[in-house]
Structures are given as structure tokens and as C-alpha cells.
């Protein structure tokens, strides 16, 4: 695929190989030349690629650099006073720029950091995750976990540049790429019937360099949808199908000091919220079918006790769509083709629960 280029609000995304499509130009050019630069990253990323990011570009020998430990349990309040501290100890102005270099976590959190420090920085992501490269990193939303409440402090700020380079994704293990692959099968289900075929048929240990054109198809799905509802007031929730009850179960799980891939969490919430589709009779029973073997197919079994459902369920109540303490879900009326706003009664959320813990009762 050629060097491709997508933007919303007032953010460039460019996709291919980061040392060809001007990354060090810009990062030397007279919009940042003066700015310090800070690079934001995790142990694992900086383990693997921090030598070669700057010794790969001029414009980033003199950087800061602030590692943090990685995972979600590390997406909160005490991490961000940590680096915010340390931008001061750096005396970071207004003027300087945060590179934000790392998966989901990553982008989440710097831009959050970004965003509110001095009222705010410009920031670059470079996401080095799938699951960054198709969402994360693009659209605007930075935040941190509440507890087991997730991205619920946050603010909407767009990165002045993303970076998409499939090169990264080749040191991710197996798990991180189906991870990421879940938020693909999302843009497809919520948007694109010919989209979900297409990615049916990709095979997860092909080297995920060859999947340019599928990340780019997936972000140019999300920078469609964010471009008409930035803030999230109407089509944008149509992104949150599988989320609803995908954050109560990654919730539960941090509640109790385990951390799941959040792309799992996002399948399991897939197909509850496709069972809730058909019995709501939005979905037919061939497409949920097709959802139901293809996600059983690609990704584990969840392995809770039916016994916590009760903890996951009122997790439910402080989901971030939820209208006059409603909940609502963004629900399926076919392949292709998502509806928002839907609400769903108790013992419905129930049933679709069950269904995933037992498929065959
Ligand atoms: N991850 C969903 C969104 O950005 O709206």
C-alpha cells in the first residue's frame, strides 16, 4: 500500500512505514522544531524499540523520555501526578510536545496528560498496538480508569498527527493481535457487511505487516464516524457496540486484580449484546449465527462462575451512555448496520450473560 493519509477535526493520520512518511520533516519542521520533546512509552515498548525510534530520527536524540510500568491497572490518577511531575521538574511549556509511543494505555493516558497539563499540549501518537492503531489512537478520547470503572475521568483532545506503522505490530504477541482484531470485527459489524467478510478470512499469525490496508479500512470507518460526532452525542456510540457489557466484565476483572485483553472483553460484549439483538428481533437468526461462530471461534470461552453476573451487572450502571440513569446499548440491526439508545430490560441483560457463560443451555 502507498504512504496514505486520513484526517478529522483538525488531526492528520498517516499510514506506512513512519521513517518514509515524514515523521523526522515534521517533528524538525517549524511548527515543532522549538518544542522539547517528550516521549511517553511503557517498559515493554521501550525494551523493544526505543533505541531504534531515536536513533531513527534526529529530531528525537535530545528527547525526554518517561516509561511507565504497562497494563490497565496502570491507567490511573497516580500515574498521571507522577508524570505530571515530571514535566515539571523538565519545565515542559505550552510550546513543547508530548509523543505519545506505546499501545492503547498509552495514547489514553498521554493524551489525557497532554491535554490537561498547563490546560494542555500538543501530542503525537505513535501507537505500537493494534488495538491502538484501529481505535485507541484516533478519535479523541484520552482518560483514565476510575476504579473498575473505565475511561470514566477523561477529555476529548485530538492528537495533531497519528502515526500508523504496521512495523510495530510484528514484536506483539498473539494475544495483543486478536485483541486488536476485535475492535476490526466491531468496524465491520457496526458499518461495513463486505468489511466483516473481508476480515473473517484474515489469518491472525500472517505477519501483520500485510494488514496496512485492513487498519486503514478500519480507521477510515472510525474518522468517518468521529468527523460527524466528535463528542459522541448521536452515531459516534454506534463505536460502543460490544462495550457496554465488554467494560462491566474488563471492570470485574480489575476489580479483582486481574487484567483481561480488552479486545476479549469487547467479544464476549459482542456477542451478549448480538444475542440481545435477535431476542429484541433487530438481528435474524442467520447473521447472529454467523456472529455467534465466528467470535466462539476466533476467541476463549469467558471463564467466570455464573454466580458473577450479580457483580458484573450493576457495573453496567455507571456505563458512560447510560441516559437518565438508563442503560443503553448500541445494538445490531444487522451485519453492517448498528442502532443506539436501545434500552433493554434487566432480565433480557440477564439472559445474554448466561448465553455467553453457557452457549448450549
Ligand atoms: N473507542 C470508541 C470511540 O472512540 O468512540
Known sequence: MNLKTLT?????????????????????SPRYAQSKKIIITDENVYDLWMEDFISSFEALHEAEII????GEENKVLDICQHVWSALSEYEIGRNDLIINFGGGVITDLGGFIAATFKR??????????????VDAS???????DLGPYKNQIGVFADADYVFIDARYLTTLPPIELESGYAEMLKHGLIADAKYWKELKSIDLSSNPETWLDSIYHSVAIKQKIVTEDHLEK??????????????????YYLENDAVIPHGYAVAWGMLAESFISLKMELLNQNEFEEINDTIRNRY?????????IAEIKPLLLNDKKNVNGEISFTLLNKIGSAIYNQKVNDALISEAFEFILNPEA
Open 234 to 251: 448521536s452515531n459516534r456510540k454506534n463505536l460502543n457496540f460490544g462495550h457496554t457489557i465488554g467494560h462491566a466484565i474488563e471492570g
Open 138 to 144: 484516533v478519535g479523541g478520547k484520552t482518560g483514565i
Open 67 to 70: 516509561q511507565l510500568p504497562p
Open 8 to 28: 478529522y477535526n483538525q488531526s492528520e493520520i498517516r499510514f506506512g512505514n513512519l521513517t518514509e512518511n515524514g515523521f523526522d520533516a515534521l517533528l524538525s
Open 120 to 133: 494542555g499540549l500538543s501530542f503525537i501518537n505513535v501507537p505500537t498496538t493494534l488495538l491502538s492503531q
Open 300 to 308: 476463549p470461552k469467558l471463564e467466570v462462575e455464573t454466580a458473577a
